[in-house]
């Protein structure tokens, strides 16, 4: 029967002693003792090694609490208290082991160390099994490109529908990245389809080489679909003749204000506010607006609405109306009510500039 009241003596001369290797020995004494028959104490028994190990740990240096976490990641029946200190703990190689694998750490302990702690925490946690949608929504918002891609290749981790939105939509430009989540089986249609949208034909073509054979099939019905509607819109040449035509005759009646654009939006008149912002930015190419309009990325309509000089109610009222699969959530329109009133009209107006100048909107 092991006695963990008996250390206590022990530890007390230990810490009052001042001696780092004293400590350190007596927190791996301590560790041994509980490892040794730890899952057989009663929780009375389990709290007091756990009120031990947190008073240890604290005083000694990063090396010997990265051997510690090393040493409690993997056990199902380790102290409660002593996990929560090491995973928070600021320096990576003391709380890796710890993120990556210890079952004793809660869903909301995880959300918590995500939306505080820095990139190498979040790498830590995204390999961990069985992520719930609430740790990997945090890290999709937070995470640099090698925790989203080290995230997305976790097979068993779980993603909500915003989760997947975002993720996707991080995927432009990235081809490793449009790969990873492509191969996932768990992937649902829209989204795949979103992605392969998105994908390069060398991508697409090593997709379908690498992805199991049920996969295979539905990326070629998604790739056929595309294709078709591809087609489709390559023998309709758009023609934004009419809608320039009625934002023209406003303008000439000193009409074409927030107001009016305004009711474009939420009547989705997607050619008159494209026609409107093309228009307010020295004669813009409508079609670009309407691509604006019409793209994935909502902060870059800020830049020609701000040229435009528009107010934000009418800027806030274009984004909501967007002719888009997902509308806008609320915490995206506070970033982009703060990043409006930051950006300058100088700015904003160089930058449609350099756009026409160059045919080209940045991605």
């Known amino acids: 029967m092991l006695q963990p009241n008996s250390i206590i003596a022990e530890l007390e001369d230990a810490v009052a002693s001042g001696s780092s290797e004293r400590r350190v020995s007596t927190l791996r004494q301590v560790t041994d003792l509980f490892l040794y028959g730890g899952d057989r104490l009663s929780d009375d028994q389990v709290k007091v090694f756990d009120d031990v190990l947190c008073l240890l740990v604290t005083r000694v240096e990063s090396r010997a609490r990265a051997a510690l976490s090393a040493r409690l990641a993997p056990v199902d029946y380790a102290p409660f208290e002593i996990i929560q200190h090491l995973a928070s703990d ?33 790498l830590a946690i995204s390999g961990r099994t069985n992520l719930p949608e609430a740790v990997t929504d945090v890290i999709v918002d937070r995470g640099e490109s090698k925790v989203i891609r080290k995230l997305a290749n976790n097979t068993s981790a779980r993603f909500s529908e915003s989760g997947y939105s975002k993720i996707v939509a991080r995927s432009e430009g990235d081809a490793e990245l449009i790969e990873i989540l492509g191969l996932r089986v ?39 679909a595309i294709a078709s509607v591809a087609g489709g819109e390559s023998q309709q040449v758009r023609d934004f003749k009419q809608a320039e035509a009625v934002v023209r005759r406003m303008k000439g009646l000193n009409e074409l204000n927030d107001a009016t654009i305004i009711r474009f939006a939420e009547a989705k008149k997607v050619d008159e506010v494209a026609a409107s912002l093309a228009i307010l930015n020295n004669s813009a190419p409508t079609e670009m607006m309407a691509r604006l309009l019409e793209g994935h990325r909502a902060d870059l309509i800020l830049i020609p609405c701000k040229s435009a000089k528009l107010g934000w109610t009418a800027v806030e009222t274009i984004l909501c109306h967007r002719p888009v699969e997902h509308r806008v959530d609320e915490a995206t329109l506070k970033l982009a009510s703060k990043d409006y009133s930051k950006l300058s009209a100088e700015t904003a107006e160089r930058t449609v500039r350099f756009w026409q100048l160059h045919n080209k909107i940045e991605k």
């Open 90 to 122: 600021d320096e990576i190689a003391v709380a890796g082991n710890v993120l990556a694998t210890s079952s004793r750490l809660r869903t909301s302990d995880l959300v918590e160390i995500a939306s505080t702690k820095g990139q190498d925490h979040l």
């Open 186 to 224: 768990d992937l649902p249609l829209k989204f795949l389809r979103d992605l392969l949208k998105r994908a390069t034909d060398a991508v697409r073509e090593r997709l379908m080489a690498l992805a199991p054979p049920e996969l295979q099939e539905e990326i070629r019905r998604v790739l056929k």
